[in-house]
């Protein structure tokens, strides 16, 4: 019954409910790339690639069942991905890479906060301190390192302006995450044998990212349905608002009546 | 002219409007003033032997767990005074300005991390600076995390920068002290360069729209109340003088201010109408008896849409219940025979009250919550109260007094099949709650009953529909009124013992949570009855015994574990020592703002269990006499009905005021409002409380019972109502109207 009335008093205002889904198309339509004329596929998306890596030691270890340094080769594992970030580690991806050292920006797995630190007076601190840190991060490519805890095997995932470039990026990472693992001798150079193999896990997975301007019929629909509702409700406040503005100081009906 | 335009009511209504915009809008401004940003920063710190890398060279077990043990040292050693000093030092600040601390926590219990009452204050202190750092070492990796806070992200970056450095310094002169060379000390190194940046760059916004909306809301609360008070005054004044004149006057010639037909507690406005619910189309009853069986039967904190993928947690009930609130608001603007009508009683008061003091409470704290970082969580929490009062507002505007018996039934019945499953819970370890939510609603993320875990003392947790067994033992305790009521009431033997088995299904359930609340709740509801219906509850007194029965053969073993962990002997149990260390521990948190609280919903630095001492730490004392006052208008609300013993509002009383009696046991042994079944369901109660004493002016146009009409809550249905005619007026007979 209260729906009736709500619809009445839209059906008495069509001028407004027509205004409405004029409105209500035209974001749609904003909404969904259509508008203004061109824009869809105005802006590129760029590429994003993703590899995975496996940290083994100099010896296998699916080969032997005790290869040395296997107790410690997660946490060297996770120490690699940290030494990645390093300035003179970046500078090297990024002359692999073909690409300016400023336009990289190469960022490892961020210390997880501890979880029961929400309960301690820093409160979300660490959380939002560990996400600004991540959002600070202004390049148009990108390196992220995430080691894998628990097993000796690393993610690494790129973004850059073309799959290709992104492609070549992961390709450095990879280049680079083994030059970093050659022990350096007592006078500072470089010894023939690496301390850790890294073997990449199967090929580089690499993939187009949808440009921000493609056409979304989905999101444009939505958006012109939640405008004409918002409109609809605005329009039926603003009635009963001025139906008692108009009541106010009116004598009241008496009790009989 | 000034008199003229004060006569006008649009013009004081304008005026009133427009001085509540003015102040509300000077109220923000004033509240946003200063520099609110807080920014923070991360950087990473390594640690390494002198000379060779652990990556490049290797290092076994013992040296990596040497290394990492090392690098917990330094973590430590960073936010011990000397270091903190050169930090301070390296960065420009003053030391007096910058906090250090390094925190890690490994499998320790609650009393252990939770911290005491010397550790608190001096955190407290420490969250003053405007400075601050925080180190967490990586316990499995010779690594650690800083991060750091600042008014500003040059200043944050800049903060993080100089912690590495200083530590260098710090070792290199220990070294040169001790006589050691600093070549051979760990290499100490950060990784990359700080990043920071703003953390709570929509902060400003925040709180001069909660600032506007609460100061907007409260001055507009006074003014109305101001008008009402005058408006009072004048019309005392008015019969005054016309008792005066006319003397002698008729008595009760005026019934000021109230539907005519009805009485103090609207006695005689009883008359069901013909499209009361469930026979009627009016949409919002309807909704309203969906929410409830949300509320009663499906555990709706437990489940989420979209997952983590979303930046707000869509819960189920902030999916149903804002279709509700919009309906309403339209349907309150749209106007209507079946419009909303809004009524305003003592129990309005002490809901609204409560939540515009937790309100209040954020808005004097803004400063200091945004400087922590805790408005976010305040605010979240104050839009979870405010869902609450919407509910209520919504039963109390769109239920008619003709509905509340057939509501109470309703939630009874939902009760009675939540007791249910809670005990089917119980005996087989299976939750059918969470099940049918699983298989019934796709697409949905739903949380898992541990119906066969225990927790510490080795209790099962039985939930049932809610979150927790303590949550579960909450709901049953309002139910459990309705049911003892119903039983006190019942002149026949069917409806008794329907109603005594609903009781009994209801206690089964509570003491099935295996919780000494679950034996102290419904405690609490018998006593409260026992004050307002003595000789009935004597003459139910070997009652009592079949119940006890009938509960030992529904949940076979849970009345007995319970009473047992009632006795003294078994009293020194963990969650009661956990209590006992929280009441001092909390002090400094306490003193902090005594009077009002560190504003709703932002403590989190310990889990409490007690609502009183929530209460008390984020809204001071006058938030913890806000709280009890809400239970304690609905007592006093109540009261008068079931002194006048008008059987419906009476009833209505009876239910609401045992409901809020046994709320506030229990209050005492969780904390009540962190889990939103409890709240729902104890503000619906008190909705229908007050529909049963405030008439709204339409529901008043009706009164008796037309021949046929169930009346009675034990009494069966017998046939759908007639229309009333608008002018009778008769009252009903007192028997008819019993329960």
Redesign the interface.
């Known amino acids: ?3 009736l ?2 619809a ?2 839209v059906r008495r205002r069509r001028i407004l409910l027509a205004v409405g889904v004029v409105l209500a198309v035209v974001v749609g339509a904003m909404a969904a790339g259509l508008l203004p004329p061109g824009s869809a596929g105005a802006a590129s998306g760029g590429g994003q690639a993703l590899a995975q890596v496996v940290v083994d030691t100099r010896v296998p270890l699916l080969a032997t069942t005790a290869p ?2 296997d ?2 080769i997660v ?2 594992s ?3 991905a ?2 990645m ?3 003179p580690m ?1 500078a090297t991806i990024a002359q692999r890479a073909g690409i300016p050292a400023a336009d990289l920006g ?1 960022v ?1 797995p ?2 997880p ?2 979880v ?11 959380q ?3 996400a ?6 202004h390049t148009p490519e990108a390196v992220q390192l995430v080691p894998n ?1 628990n097993v000796p095997v690393m993610a690494i995932a790129t973004n850059a302006p073309t799959v290709r470039a992104a492609v070549a990026l992961a390709q450095a990472t990879i280049a680079t995450l083994k030059s ?5 001798s ?1 006078d500072g150079k470089a010894a023939s044998k690496p ?2 193999n890294i073997e990449p896990l199967g090929n580089i997975s690499s993939a187009a990212v949808p440009a921000s301007g493609s056409v979304h019929l989905t999101r444009g629909v939505a958006a012109a349905l939640a405008l004409l509702a918002a409109w609809c ?1 605005g329009v ?2 603003a ?3 001025a ?1 008692r ?1 108009r009541q ?2 009116r004598p009241a009906p008496s ?1 009989a009546g | 002219m000034k008199s003229q335009l004060l006569n ?3 013009a004081r ?1 304008a005026l009133g409007l427009a001085l509540c915009f003015l102040v509300a809008t000077v109220a923000a401004v004033a509240n946003v003033r200063g520099n609110l940003a807080v ?4 950087a ?1 710190v ?1 640690v390494d032997f002198p ?11 013992e ?2 767990q040497s290394l ?1 043990a090392r690098t917990l040292l330094l973590g430590e050693l960073m936010s011990t005074p000397p270091v903190a000093d050169r930090i301070a030092q390296h960065d420009g600040l003053a030391p007096a300005s910058l906090s250090v ?1 390094t ?3 490994q499998n320790i219990p609650e009393q252990m ?3 005491d009452l010397e550790v608190r204050g001096i ?2 202190i ?2 003053r600076a405007p400075y ?1 750092i ?1 180190i ?1 070492p ?1 316990p ?6 800083i ?3 600042a008014p500003s ?1 040059v200043a ?1 970056v800049a903060l993080a920068d100089a912690a590495v450095p200083a530590l260098q310094d710090y070792l290199g002169a220990l070294a040169i002290t001790a006589k050691r060379d600093p070549a051979s000390q760990v290499r100490v ?1 950060q ?9 709570n760059s929509h902060a400003k916004y925040e709180i001069g729209a909660l600032t506007f909306a609460i100061v907007f809301g409260l001055c507009g609360a006074l003014l109305l109340g101001a008008a009402r008070l005058r408006a009072g005054w004048r019309m005392a004044a008015r019969d005054r003088r016309r008792a005066a004149v006319d003397r002698p006057a008729p008595p009760a010639a005026e019934p000021r201010r109230r539907a ?1 037909t009805a009485g103090r507690h609207g006695s005689g406005a009883w008359r069901p109408q013909a ?1 009361d619910w469930p026979h ?5 009853p309807w909704m309203i008896a969906a929410f409830m069986v949300v509320l009663w039967l499906v555990p709706f904190d437990s489940i989420q849409l979209g997952g983590a993928s979303l930046p707000v947690q869509l819960k189920f009930d902030r999916i149903v219940l804002p279709v509700i609130v ?2 309403w ?12 009508r809004l009524r305003f009683t003592w129990v309005h008061a002490g809901v609204v009250g409560f939540a515009a003091l937790a309100g209040l409470t954020l808005v004097v704290n803004a400063h200091y919550l945004t400087s ?3 408005l ?2 305040g605010v979240k929490q104050l839009t979870l109260l405010g869902a609450y009062v919407f509910f209520f507002l919504v039963v109390t505007s769109s239920v008619r007094r003709s509905e509340v018996p057939v509501f109470l039934r309703f939630i009874l019945g939902l009760a009675v099949i939540a007791a249910l499953g809670t005990i089917i819970e119980y005996r087989f370890q299976y939750n059918i709650f969470y099940d049918l939510a699983h298989r019934l609603l796709p697409g949905f993320q739903v949380g898992t009953a541990a119906s066969s875990s225990v927790d510490n003392l080795g209790r099962r947790l039985v939930e049932g529909p809610a979150e927790h067994p303590l949550e579960a033992v909450g709901m049953f305790t309002m139910a459990l009124p309705i049911a003892l009521v119903g039983l006190i009431d019942a002149r026949r033997w069917r409806p008794r013992i329907g109603y005594g088995l609903a009781a009994a299904l209801l206690l089964a359930a509570a003491v099935s949570t295996e919780r000494k609340s679950g034996l102290l709740g419904p405690l609490a509801v018998v006593l409260t009855l026992a004050v307002v219906k003595r000789r009935e509850m004597v003459r139910l007194l070997p009652l009592a015994v079949v119940l006890v029965v009938f509960v030992k053969v529904l949940a076979p073993g849970a009345l007995t574990g319970v009473t047992s962990q009632l006795r003294p002997s078994n009293l020194a149990v963990s969650t009661v020592d956990e209590r006992v260390v929280r009441y001092d521990a909390v002090r400094p948190d306490v003193w902090l703002h005594l009077a009002i609280g560190q504003g709703y919903g932002i403590y ?4 409490l269990d007690n609502e009183f001492l929530d209460r008390l730490i984020e809204g001071g004392v006058i938030g913890l006499s806000a709280y009890v006052l809400i239970f304690l208008s609905v007592v006093f609300v109540a009261a008068g009905p079931i002194r006048g013993r008008e059987p419906v509002a009476a009833t209505a009383g009876i239910v609401a005021a045992s409901g809020a009696v046994g709320t506030l046991v229990l209050s005492a042994t969780f904390d009540w409002l962190a889990f939103p079944h409890g709240p729902y369901i104890l503000f619906s109660l008190a909705g229908l409380l007050a529909v049963a004493v405030k008439p709204a002016r339409r529901d008043g146009q009706h009164a008796g019972p037309p021949a046929g009409q169930r009346t009675r809550l034990s009494e069966p249905p017998r046939k759908r109502p007639a229309p009333a005619p608008r002018t009778q007026l008769e009252p009903a007979p007192e028997e008819a109207w019993s329960f």
């Open positions: 019954m209260e729906l009335s709500i009445d008093v040395g340094g107790a410690t946490q060297r996770v120490l690699l940290d030494l970030q390093t300035t970046t190469v490892g961020v210390l906060p501890e029961q630190f929400s309960l301690v007076p820093d409160g979300q601190f660490p939002l301190a560990a600004a840190a991540l959002t600070a991060l805890l970093a693992t050659v022990p350096t007592t301390a850790l409700s039926v406040i009635a009963g608002l139906r503005w106010v100081g009790a | 006008s009511a649009r209504c920014s923070g920063a991360s990473l390594t000379r060779a890398s652990v990556v490049q060279n290797g290092a076994n077990q040296q990596m990492t601390t925190s890690y926590i991390f939770g911290p955190q407290i420490k969250l601050q925080d967490q990586d499995n990796v010779p690594r650690l995390q991060y750091t806070r992200p944050a190194s990784v990359g360069p700080a990043l920071g940046a703003v953390l005519p499209d009627t189309t009016r949409v919002l919009v309906v608001i339209l349907a309150l603007a749209a106007g209507g025979r079946a419009a909303p922590t970082l805790q976010d969580r989190s630095v310990r889990v």
